[in-house]
């Protein structure tokens, strides 16, 4: 989603761009995505303003584009495993400015009426909301074209080309093209193919479990987050749930945290009797080693540009239009500028 969006920001902006992308389907990490528009767990204030602002894009590329991204924004509840935890997280994000609501039991059961375990307190995020990740990327790849972007799926970057020290294009499965500008929004693939210029990128792979559910009757009105677990409705007969990665196999394989909870969900909701799961990914989010974004030209080499982070999703548009602003305008964004590679250095 990230590619797409610089896609669609730089096309608009009249750059000439051509997009590749290693798979012919969009079965990315995006694909595998909760998809959730949230400030996230914002390690201090700057990052719940980034992402704050983050949202705001989403409403402006949402009336660009006619509102065929279809976001649902319809808040979002959130608890930790006690009270003073809640209001703590409650208390520093607004502190940042950011719009939230400590509620009470009965608040909550208003807003979830199915939630059978209610907690003592709730914070409540009228701001947030959800997409469908894989549409919204969509959506995104086709305004590209539409403002001129060349989009190649199923193209794969195999190298950088470099001449001294600037990249001049990349070698793909269908051979050379040379570029003016690369720009690197591969995921956990950008930190392999930036090892050839003697780089280390500080990203790794932070795997994550996506659970696909049926249900004949949807009991989940918005996104709902647990220690446990995060759940949400991706359409009327289907909820996404998200779990934390722990083993490949075993007691704690991906599978075996679906089953848990999937037991989990069926005791603390109604009407869910019938719920069935259908399907369990895991997806391979890029995460910086600090947990913020990478952004920005890298110095010492011309011809390049990193786009990396977790939370893709959230910041994908907002990083799009500032990295599309830097590169062609060759305007510094001052939002971008604590998200450089070389705080790391």
Known sequence: MVGASLAYELGRQRARVTLLAKAPQLTTVTANSFAWLTTGYGQDEAIVAFRQAALREWHRVEQELSGRLAIEWSGALRWF???????RFANRLLTAGYPVHLLSPAQVRALEPHLKAVPAHALFAPEEGALDARRATEVLLQAAQAAGATVQLGNEVRALLTSDSRVTGVMTTTGPLRADLVVLAAGVTSAELVQSLGLTLPLAASPAILLRLHTPHRFVQRVVSTPE?????ASPTQLLAAADYV???????PSAIAQRTLRNLQAQWRR???LRLEQVAVGQRPMPRDGLPIVGHVAGVDGLYLA??????????LVGRLAATEIVRQQEQALLAPYRLTRFA
């Open 247 to 253: 083993a490949a196999s075993g007691a704690n394989s």
């Open 272 to 274: 869910t009797e019938h």
């Open 308 to 317: 990396g982070m977790h939370a893709g999703v959230t910041l994908a548009v």
């Open 81 to 87: 495993t006690d009270s003073p935890a809640t209001e």
């Open 229 to 233: 677990w995060e759940i949400r409705a």
